[in-house]
């Protein structure tokens, strides 16, 4: 039985109403995340035997999807491919399905925030631009776990050619505990193959899209590279690098790729630094950075030749003072959750053996 929204908050601070989670098959949907183009996430928990649980996100795809076979076939298929990216940068894909006709996936809950707040909230905070060092780490990280995928191979050795096509600051999650993780590998592919609220879909990421994704021309890693640059660039100068009255002139902005340079917005970036940054940013592909691990070695070279050495640890120190308010109500909500009384029956459902086969 799926959760409905009315017994939901849209404040992902918020749980079940009833204190009760809801049942979805081996999983217990707690609380509403978010809700977008074409899916909806919870945050939720699998429940084994013996009272063992493990939280997950479960991201559900919205119902309309369901109806277009070509996109059924495409989600499958990569959230097949998904599953099998085991990186410290990529956000893990436990397990896809579907259950009474509701597709899924249910994946690792990171503990943190969105790039996109992290941005929104120095903003707010009167901080134009992140810390260079931190833009830069933040962006290395990112091409480690992008690199991976793109060499990722099949099990008959083959290379898979995975293009994620999605990458923005809402899609990068940063950990209260320092880590950068990609996410939603699996559905973008699929997304681009529907045809039902396409626009609604993409309304809003354009400004992230490469000059070639815009234009439909195949793709391949340079893409998610371009994107890369797009979301540093943002990093660096707390600026959208492609905006626009409309979604047409903002496609023709990124169609051109004409990039001013970032010290433009912050004098601060010294011209090696620019360098970077523009390559990654380049019209033709065969200019830009080939693979996304040339771009993280640079911007680690950077870093360590400019003697701003920046870890996992500095990422840490740095979330959980941008976000110590949202940390403590956090330790709350975790009380609240394990609080929350499993759906009748579905304890000894798991005892009998439903269920209780781990992720």
Do not use: W
């Amino acid at each position: 039985m799926l959760m409905s929204p009315a017994v939901l908050s849209n404040n992902a601070t918020h749980t079940v109403a009833s204190n009760a989670a809801q049942e979805f098959g081996k999983y217990e949907l707690v609380s509403k995340l978010a809700s977008g183009g074409m899916a909806v996430t919870y945050r939720a928990r699998m429940r084994g035997a013996a009272g063992v649980t493990k939280p997950v996100v479960i991201k559900q795809i919205l119902p309309h999807f369901a109806d277009e076979p070509a996109f059924v076939e495409m989600f499958i298929s990569e959230a097949r491919v998904a599953a099998g990216l085991t990186h410290g940068n990529i956000a893990q894909v436990f397990d896809f399905g579907e259950i009474d006709g509701q597709y899924f996936l249910a994946m690792e809950f990171v503990h943190g925030q969105p790039l996109s707040k992290l941005l929104r909230r120095a903003q707010k905070a009167g901080l134009p631009t992140l810390p260079i060092p931190l833009a830069l780490y933040i962006a290395s990280q990112m091409s480690d776990g992008l690199d991976y995928a793109h060499r990722h191979r099949g099990e008959d050795g083959a290379p898979l050619g995975l293009v994620h096509r999605d990458v923005s600051p809402d899609n990068v999650l940063l950990s209260y505990e320092g880590q950068v993780k990609v996410i939603d590998f699996g559905i973008a592919k699929a997304a681009g193959k529907a045809t039902k609220t396409q626009a609604g879909i993409l309304k809003g990421k354009f400004g992230y899209m490469s000059p070639e994704q815009i234009r439909g021309l195949p793709l391949d890693r340079r893409s998610d590279i371009f994107a890369i640059g797009v979301c540093l660039y943002e990093m660096l100068t707390g600026e959208r690098l492609f905006v626009g009255d409309s979604d047409f002139s903002v496609l023709e902005k990124v169609r051109k790729a004409e990039v001013a340079p970032p010290s433009t917005y912050n004098r601060r970036i010294p011209e090696a630094l620019e360098k970077i940054v523009l390559k990654a940013l380049a019209r033709d592909v065969d200019e830009r950075y080939q693979y996304a691990n040339e771009l993280g070695d640079d911007l680690q070279r950077f870093l360590i030749t400019s003697e701003s050495i920046f870890s996992r640890k500095d990422l840490m120190q740095y979330m959980k003072s941008t976000f110590a308010e949202d940390v403590e109500r956090e330790k709350q909500r975790l009380q609240e959750y394990a609080d929350i009384r499993p759906p009748e029956g579905m304890l000894a459902a798991i005892e009998m053996g439903f269920g209780a086969n781990p992720i």
